[in-house]
């Protein structure tokens, strides 16, 4: 009997002092881990021959998010069904967008990529900065003159 309640005790215990978990699908990424990701990105975009190098940090059924580093132009993008959430971590750059993507190449389902933009708007784009794009949209990030550009992106699906 005594063995039993010992048992019960120590059972309550550990009930008692479980940490709880996170929910799923929960995600944190602190600063640290950003600046480090950051820092490896770095030397891999040196490395690739359009000087960019991305991170995929989680992939869900309504959204991706994902790092990326550039030190080059990036080619024309359009998403049809996905809306692009920029949040600038460091560097600046200019977003062409808008108008009309000529050119394009289908890259994947609903995904063009390459080509030109006719017609687009720049905005200057710096760290701190947020921007959306919405689906069927042509983008295109642009150094110009800027040695390197970090943001933070948020694909968001199914439009």
């Known amino acids: 009997m005594v063995l039993?309640?010992?048992?019960?005790?120590?059972?309550?215990?550990?009930?008692?002092?479980?940490?709880?978990?996170?929910?799923e699908g929960?995600?944190?990424?602190?600063?640290a881990s950003l600046t480090q990701m950051t820092q490896e990105l770095r030397t891999e975009s040196a490395s690739t021959p359009h000087h960019v190098a991305t991170r995929r940090l989680?992939?869900?059924?309504?959204?991706?998010?994902?790092?990326?580093?550039?030190?080059?132009d990036g080619v024309v993008e359009w998403?049809?069904?996905?809306?692009?959430?920029?949040?600038?971590?460091?560097?600046?750059a200019t977003l062409l967008v808008g108008g009309t993507m000529v050119g394009g190449e289908?890259?994947?389902?609903?995904?063009?990529?390459?080509?030109q933009i006719e017609g687009g708007v720049r905005e200057q784009l710096s760290a701190g900065d947020v921007v959306r794009i919405p689906?069927?949209?042509?983008?295109?990030?642009?150094l110009e003159g800027s040695k390197e550009f970090t943001y933070f992106v948020i694909k968001v699906k199914g439009y």
């Open 79 to 92: 998403h049809e069904i996905q809306a692009d959430v920029f949040f600038v971590q460091s560097g600046k």
């Open 106 to 115: 289908t890259v994947e389902p609903h995904e063009k990529r390459n080509g």
């Open 58 to 72: 989680a992939d869900f059924p309504n959204d991706l998010f994902m790092l990326a580093h550039r030190e080059a």
């Open 4 to 23: 039993k309640l010992c048992s019960l005790f120590v059972l309550a215990l550990l009930v008692g002092t479980a940490q709880p978990t996170s929910p």
């Open 135 to 142: 689906p069927k949209v042509p983008h295109q990030i642009l």
């Open 26 to 31: 929960f995600q944190h990424w602190t600063a």
